[in-house]
């Protein structure tokens, strides 16, 4: 004998039958890691969240009304991360602070009108640090034109134009997203940053 082993029909028969589920299991697992990364994708694109920041001098049904919002226009809920106000180029941490600078609040009369109840309202909110659900509005500053607030109301008006915001927020599987620009596309981000000045309310 030669040494050399001898392959029958029946050998060569095996191998290409194994050779072939091999081939079949890797192509499998080729196309299930493919699908997976698709899965997740799909899942992940239907908790999108979208946050959009806007203003505007009249309620829906016409009256003077300056409402400052953010809105969740996405699929999913977002989780806000920090929320920042700026007037320009000077971060504000509080609604009031800002109308003292911008449009002439007097604070300490408007605390004593409050009291006596003759101030129409201002209503605030915050923004970092909360949920907001798919389709959800949040007012964070609010102010209906009244009497007594005339002039700072369309102080606040005119100078709504100079007011920008950067707001960074998650979806529920932790992808974050920065915005600086109300851009339909914001900047992906690992983490939100922490804010020098966080606007608060």
């Known amino acids: ?76 809920p977002a989780k806000v991360q920090s929320f920042e106000l700026f007037w320009k180029g000077r971060a504000y941490p509080r609604s009031y602070t800002l109308m003292k600078d911008c449009c002439g609040l007097d604070l300490a009369r408007y605390r004593e009108d409050v009291f006596r109840h003759r101030a129409t309202p201002i209503v605030d909110d915050f923004v970092a640090g909360r949920v907001i659900r798919a389709g959800e509005t949040v007012n964070f500053l609010d102010i209906k034109l009244g009497p007594d607030n005339e002039k700072m109301w369309d102080a606040l008006d005119a100078a709504r134009r100079d007011i920008r915001y950067r707001i960074c927020y998650c979806s529920v599987f932790d992808e974050c997203w920065l915005d600086q620009h109300g851009d339909l596309n914001p900047a992906r981000v690992a983490t939100c940053p922490v804010p020098k000045v966080m606007y608060v309310n």
């Open 1 to 76: 004998m030669s040494g050399i082993p001898h392959f029958s029909r029946k050998d060569w028969l095996e191998y290409a039958v194994t050779a072939l589920l091999l081939l079949i299991s890797v192509l499998s697992l080729w196309v299930a890691v493919g699908t997976e990364d698709a899965n997740r994708r799909m899942v992940a694109a239907a908790y999108w969240p979208f946050i959009k920041v806007d203003d505007g001098n009249a309620d829906d049904e016409g009256n003077p009304r300056l409402i400052f919002r953010v809105t969740n226009s996405g699929v999913g």
